[in-house]
Every structure is written in structure tokens, then in C-alpha cells.
């Protein structure tokens, strides 16, 4: 038996069900992870909020975790090739079901967890990780480039500054000045967003052009001053603001589109590589216990956690 969150019908955090559930002993192709950290996310809320076409209750909730394996069927092998054995430690993304104590989960979601990552830090890698990868790809962004980022303090963010600048870029972010420590820690300049944003960016880049702008904030702010900047419309991408994007022929990137589930999956290999190597690095700002799941979602979607969030089993 093991414990699990489960939204039985849409709502937030506080209409969810802390269940007792069986686990599926895993089937050809699939092992059993003992949870030891699911990763918090906003999408966490977002997709079991409101009814949507194709979303069907009772939804387990979370996207990603780590843990060691301890069970395994017939034929399991890992995402990277290698053969499952029980005792691996290991993280999961794009799994549904995180909150839990234990998940069984097809074998090609799952990845070994690199020795340096704590259980906290390797579950919150992925989500955010390969989002943010996809957006430095689909503007194309190439060495010496300089790059407008929005929200360059939050997880997806903290993600972008580190892969960006392994690509030789520069990289701009707004953040507000309570968080430029975490912005300008890995490599990138910080600017505070508000009134008068496109005057300051102007005058910290002067003659020199944005080649490109990744918005993780979805403000009307952060995309009228892409707009202004970045000429070509094609290199703004946007993972918050799809209406908008639609509208002014924008870049909007999700999880969920095709061509975004197969990019991720494609990265996630090169990501833990880079995480074990400790050239990726997860800043996480606390963890709760999984029983309080509700609360560190709350805190997650207040906004400015100042890290990412772990829920623990």
C-alpha cells in the first residue's frame, strides 16, 4: 500500500485527496520507485484547476521524482540504456502521479540519479531543465548572442542563465531586486522589471541588439518589451502567455504539445549529464513533508519561493 495525492475532481490544492492506494507491481517494461522527493511545480495546479478536453478525474498528481528502484519487471531498461535493478537510484519525469510514497512507472521515464544530487535537487531537475533547454532551441540562440530573459529568477530561469551561458551567450534577466543574487550567482546581468524596464534595458545594452527573448512570466510587460526589442518575432518564446503568442506570432512552447514532448525527452540524458558534472546546478529553497503537499504548493504558486520546492516521502 502506499500514500498518494489524488484530485478525484477539479479544484485546487485544497480539494485533493490524500489517498491510500496499491501500488501496481510493475509489468513488462516497467519498475516500481520508492519516492523519496517529488518535485513542486505550478503545472502541479494548473492542469487538474479546471476542466479541460481530454482530462478525465480521478488525476494523481506530480510530474516528476527521485528515489530507488524496488521492483522491477521483465525487460525494464532505463532511458539511457542500462539495465533496472532493484536499489538504483533514480529520478522519473513526465510520470504522472509523483505524490506518492511509491509509483510504478514504464522504465524509458526513468533515469539513474547522479551521486552529487540530493533526492530534492534531482527531482526538481527535469521539469524545468528541459523547458528551459526547448526555449534556447527554438530562438535559435548561437554563441555571442545577447538574450532578454523574463523571470530569470524562478526555476525555469535559474535553468535558462546556466545552459545559456555554456552556449557563450549574454544574458539579461528581470527579476525584481530581492532576487538579483540568484540571477547575477550564475553569470547573467539583472534588471528590475516595472515602470521603465525598456528605458533601463536600453541603457545597459545600449547599441548592442537582443537577438532574442525567452518570457517565463507571461506579463503584458515582459512581451511588449520583447516586442520592442528583439526584431524578429519568431525568437520571442513565451511558456506562459499562448494567447498572446497566437495573436503577435510569437513562440509558445508546453509540455504537453508534441514537438515539445519529444525535445524533453530527447534532452533529459544531456541534462543529468550536465547535473552530475555539476555544470547544472538546482537551487532549492526548502522541502516539506508529503503530507503537507497543499502547503508547499501554496507557497509555490504565491510566487518567489526563492528556490525550488520538494515534497518529501
Known amino acids: ?10 479544484g485546487g490544492p485544497e480539494t485533493w485527496a490524500f489517498d491510500t492506494v496499491d501500488t501496481a507491481p510493475p509489468a513488462t517494461g516497467e519498475v516500481t520507485i ?5 518535485g513542486v511545480n505550478p503545472a502541479d495546479v494548473k492542469h487538474v484547476q479546471h476542466p479541460r ?15 530507488e528502484l ?15 535493478t532493484v536499489g538504483d537510484e533514480v529520478l522519473a519525469f513526465r510520470v504522472q502521479g509523483g505524490y506518492a510514497t511509491e509509483i510504478t512507472v514504464p ?14 535537487e534531482a527531482a526538481n531537475l527535469l521539469l524545468a531543465g528541459t523547458t528551459a533547454a526547448e526555449m534556447l532551441a527554438v530562438v535559435e540562440a548561437s554563441q555571442g548572442d545577447t538574450i532578454l530573459l523574463h523571470g530569470a529568477s524562478g526555476a525555469v530561469g535559474v535553468a535558462a542563465i546556466q545552459l545559456a551561458r555554456q552556449q557563450g551567450l549574454r544574458v539579461v534577466g528581470t527579476a525584481s531586486p530581492a532576487s538579483f543574487d540568484r540571477v547575477t550567482r550564475f553569470g547573467a546581468e539583472a534588471v528590475a522589471y516595472g515602470d521603465g524596464l525598456l528605458q533601463r534595458l536600453h541603457e545597459l545594452v545600449g547599441e548592442t541588439r537582443f537577438a532574442a527573448a525567452l518570457d517565463a512570466v507571461g506579463t503584458d510587460e515582459a512581451l511588449d518589451v520583447s516586442e520592442a526589442l528583439v526584431h ?6 513565451t511558456i506562459a ?7 503577435d506570432g510569437l513562440r509558445w512552447i508546453a509540455g504537453a504539445l508534441p514537438d515539445s514532448a519529444r525535445f524533453r525527452d530527447a534532452e533529459r540524458g544531456r541534462l543529468v549529464e550536465l547535473a552530475a558534472a555539476g555544470e547544472l546546478v538546482v537551487p532549492v529553497a526548502r522541502t516539506y513533508p508529503l503530507a503537507a503537499a497543499p502547503d508547499a ?5 504565491a510566487g518567489h519561493p526563492g528556490g525550488k520546492i520538494a515534497v518529501l516521502a
Open 70 to 84: 524496488v521492483a522491477v519487471g521483465d525487460g525494464a531498461v532505463l532511458a539511457s540504456g542500462e539495465r533496472a
Open 241 to 247: 502567455a499562448p494567447d498572446r503568442a497566437r495573436a
Open 34 to 38: 520508492r519516492v523519496r522527493a517529488a
Open 53 to 67: 478536453p481530454g482530462l478525465s478525474f480521478p488525476v494523481p498528481i506530480g510530474y516528476e521524482v527521485s528515489g
Open 107 to 120: 522504465s524509458q521515464k526513468v533515469l539513474r540519479k547522479p551521486g552529487n544530487l540530493s533526492h530534492a
Open 297 to 301: 504548493l501554496r507557497e509555490v504558486t
Open 232 to 237: 524578429d518575432r519568431r525568437r520571442i518564446v
Open 1 to 10: 500500500m502506499a500514500r498518494q495525492w489524488i484530485a478525484h475532481r477539479p
